[in-house]
Nanobody, 121 residues
């Protein structure tokens, strides 16, 4: 049984920071991908960031690049998302994702339940 558990969400003012964590259990993801998606009410789920767990290479959505930083701790089977200079449009439920294959778009095999991030103006 694979489980991804997010933590670290909350309410912050615009311009401030949050750091999300995602701890995986049930299997290791050291040879594949982990990362983050987000979904605002009434909108489609969108990709945010991913990291190749083996070598640490990263990729970000254009909307968050240079403000967000993804990192990982392979020994803990955990991925993080440091979010700086937050904007109201960053408000969403943030979902951890892991595994799967990278074709035109990343298609993860596993998903967390999500953590709410709310940014006030």
């Amino acid at each position: 049984q694979v489980q991804l558990v997010e933590s670290g969400g909350g309410l912050v003012q615009a311009g401030h920071s949050l750091k999300l964590s995602c701890a995986a259990s049930g299997r290791t993801f050291g040879s594949t991908l982990m990362g983050w998606f987000r979904q605002a009410p009434g909108k489609e789920r969108e990709f945010v960031a991913r990291i190749r767990m083996s070598i640490g290479t990263t990729y970000y959505a254009d909307s968050v690049d240079d403000r967000f930083t993804i990192s990982r701790d392979n020994a803990k089977n955990t991925v993080y998302l440091q979010m700086n200079s937050l904007k109201p449009e960053d408000t969403a439920v943030y979902y951890c994702a892991a595994g799967g294959a990278l074709f035109t778009n990343w298609r993860p095999d596993y998903w967390g339940q999500g953590t709410q991030v709310t940014v006030s103006s």
